[in-house]
C-alpha cells in the first residue's frame, strides 16, 4: 500500500507552515560501526532524504502547540537504534519540562538488527521518558502507521491515552516475514491489521492520515481540559417541585425500565458537543454494554462510562470485561485530572459461569476501590435501573445524581423479594421498604441532586437528556474549580457516615 513518509504526515497534521524540527546531529553508538554499517547508513539518508529513521519537532494543531514524534520507513525500515532512541527520548523529555502534548507516529519493523542488544535495550529509556510524560498529565497520542511492528510496538507504541491506527495497516508484535523464517509457515492473515486489533479492543480506532489533524484537535481539546479550567456556569433549574421520599418506588421501577427511555447514547447525542468513543480495555476485551468516550458537555470536558440500556440483554448482560474497561476510563481519569462521568442504567451484572471465572466480583470490588480513591473530579448519574454489583461498581464519586426515575438496589426488586418472601410477587413492596428510589435515595444523602421528569422521560426524551447534560456542565466546572484534597476527603467522610 501507498505510505506517507514522515515529513508528508506531519505536514498534512500541523496548521500551514507552524512545524519545527528539533533534531540535531545523530549520534554514534558507543562501539563505533563498522564500514559495512556505515554504507547502509549512508544509502539510507539518500534513498530517505532524512539523516535517521526518526523525525521530531513541534507545530500547531488548529492553533493548539504539539510535539510531534515520527518514524521514517524508508530508513531502514524504520528501525531504531541508539541514536534514533536518543532522539526519541530528547524530545519526550522536551515535550514534558515544556507541558506540550504529545503525538506519535511510528512506523517501524522494530529494533536496527545492525545494532544488536544495545539498540534492543534503548527501549526502555524510550519507555521510562513515556512514563515520565504520562506523570506529568500530560496526553500521549499514537498514530500507528503502516508497518509498525516489534519491539516499536510493544513499547512507545502502546503506550497512548489514545490510541488510533491506519486504515489497512500491519500492526503487529512478530513481522509475519519474521514467523515464517522461524516457523516454516505463514502467520495467519487478516490479524496482524489495525481492522483486527480495533475489532478485539486493542485500539480505539482505524482512521486514515487524512483525519488525523481533526481528531487530535478534537481529543486535546477535551483532555487538555483539566489544565484549561472553564468558566462557571449558572445552576440550570434542573430539580423537580416536589421532591416526596413517601412516593411510590414501584412505579418509579416501571417507568426505568420502558424500553422507549432514553440511555447514555442519547444523553450524548443530543446534549454533548464533543464525543469521542474510545474502544475496549486496550488489552483484548471489549463489552457493548460499557460505553467509553471522551465528552465534553458544554463547556465542561470529562471522561464518560455510560452503561447502555439497549445493549444489555439475558444474552449479552454486563460482564467482567465492561468494568475492566471502565478501570480504563478511570485510569486515563486519574493520569490526565480530567473529570469522570458514570452514568448508571443497568438490570444487574452478568451471572454466569463465564461471569464467574472472568472475575466479575474481584473488578465489581477493584471499580468500586478505584472510583472511590479517584483523585479526579467525579459524577456519578443514575439515569434509570441501578441494580446490584454492576450499579455499585460505578456509584461512589464526588457527586450523585439521579433522575427522577432512577434507583438503586442491591438487587432487582423481584430477587430481593424471592431472598425475604420466598417469591417475586413482593417486590413493589420491597422496593418501597428498601427506599431505593430517587427522592429515598436523596432523603439518606444517597444521592445529592435529583434531575426531573416530566413525568417521564420516555415521553420527552430530548427535553430529558437536555437537562441532564446542562445539569452536568455546572457539576463537573463546580468540581473542576475545587481544590483536589478536600473534594477527596469529603468523598471519603461522605462514606465512611453514610446511613450513621
Known amino acids: 500500500m501507498a505510505r506517507l513518509n514522515a515529513h508528508e504526515l506531519v505536514d498534512i497534521v500541523v496548521d500551514d507552515g507552524s512545524f519545527v524540527s528539533w533534531d540535531t546531529a545523530p549520534v554514534m553508538p558507543a562501539g563505533g560501526i563498522s564500514e559495512e554499517y556505515a554504507a547502509e547508513l549512508a544509502a539510507a539518508r539518500e534513498k530517505s532524504g532524512v539523516d535517521e529513521a526518526i523525525i521530531t519537532g513541534e507545530g500547531m494543531i488548529e492553533g493548539r502547540r504539539v510535539a510531534i514524534v515520527a518514524g521514517e520507513f524508508r530508513f531502514l525500515a524504520g528501525s531504531i537504534g541508539v541514536s534514533a532512541a536518543q532522539r526519541l527520548v530528547e524530545a519526550i523529555e522536551r515535550a514534558t519540562l515544556e507541558g506540550l502534548p504529545l503525538l506519535a507516529g511510528p512506523a517501524s519493523g522494530g529494533t536496527r ?61 512478530l513481522g509475519p516475514r519474521v514467523y515464517e523464517a522461524i516457523y516454516g509457515e505463514k502467520f495467519p492473515e487478516n490479524v496482524q491489521t489495525g481492522e483486527n486489533l480495533h475489532k478485539h479492543g486493542i485500539i480505539d480506532a482505524v482512521i486514515g492520515p487524512e483525519r488525523i489533524q481533526t481528531t487530535v484537535a478534537r481529543v486535546l481539546d477535551v483532555l487538555m481540559g483539566a489544565k484549561e479550567i472553564p468558566l462557571r456556569v449558572a445552576d440550570p433549574d434542573t430539580r423537580p417541585e416536589v ?72 444474552r449479552a448482560p454486563l460482564g467482567p470485561a465492561a468494568l475492566r474497561e471502565a478501570r480504563r476510563g478511570m485510569r486515563l481519569a486519574a493520569e490526565l485530572n480530567l473529570p469522570l462521568v458514570t452514568v448508571i442504567d443497568t438490570p444487574g451484572a452478568a451471572l454466569s459461569k463465564s461471569a464467574e471465572e472472568g472475575g466479575i466480583a474481584g473488578e465489581i470490588a477493584r471499580s468500586l476501590a478505584d472510583l472511590a480513591n479517584l483523585d479526579a473530579p467525579s459524577v456519578s448519574l443514575i439515569l434509570g435501573e441501578g441494580s446490584g454489583g454492576g450499579a455499585l461498581a460505578l456509584i461512589p464519586a464526588d457527586r450523585v445524581l439521579s433522575a427522577e426515575n432512577g434507583w438503586l438496589s442491591p438487587l432487582p426488586p423481584e430477587g430481593a423479594s424471592a431472598i425475604v418472601h420466598r417469591t417475586t410477587e413482593r417486590a413493589p413492596e420491597m422496593a418501597q421498604s428498601q427506599g431505593v428510589h430517587a427522592p429515598m435515595l436523596k432523603e439518606t444523602g444517597v444521592v445529592n441532586r435529583i434531575i426531573a421528569e416530566h413525568p417521564d422521560a420516555s415521553q420527552e426524551p430530548l427535553d430529558f437528556v437536555s437537562r441532564v447534560g446542562a445539569t452536568l456542565e455546572y457539576e463537573l466546572i463546580e468540581l473542576m474549580r475545587e481544590p483536589s484534597d478536600r473534594r477527596l476527603a469529603r468523598r471519603m467522610e461522605r462514606y465512611r457516615t453514610l446511613g450513621i
Open 113 to 173: 538488527m545492525q545494532e544488536g542488544t544495545i539498540a534492543f535495550l534503548s527501549m526502555v529509556k524510550i519507555t521510562n521518558a513515556v512514563m515520565a510524560h504520562r506523570r506529568a498529565a500530560l496526553p500521549y497520542l499514537v498514530y500507528l502507521r503502516h508497518p509498525t511492528t516489534g519491539g516499536v510496538f510493544a513499547s512507545w507504541g502502546s503506550m497512548g491515552h489514545v490510541t488510533v491506527a491506519e486504515a489497512g495497516s500491519l500492526i503487529g508484535f
Open 243 to 314: 421532591v416526596d421520599p413517601n412516593s411510590d418506588a414501584w412505579e418509579a421501577i416501571t417507568r426505568s425500565r420502558n424500553p422507549e427511555r432514553p440511555g447514555v447514547r442519547d444523553l450524548l447525542r443530543t446534549a454533548a458537543n464533543t464525543v469521542l468513543p474510545l474502544n475496549g480495555t486496550g488489552q483484548g476485551e471489549k463489552d457493548p454494554g460499557l460505553l467509553l468516550a471522551l465528552a465534553k458537555f458544554g463547556s465542561a470536558p470529562c471522561i464518560i462510562l455510560g452503561q447502555d440500556r439497549f445493549r444489555q440483554d439475558s
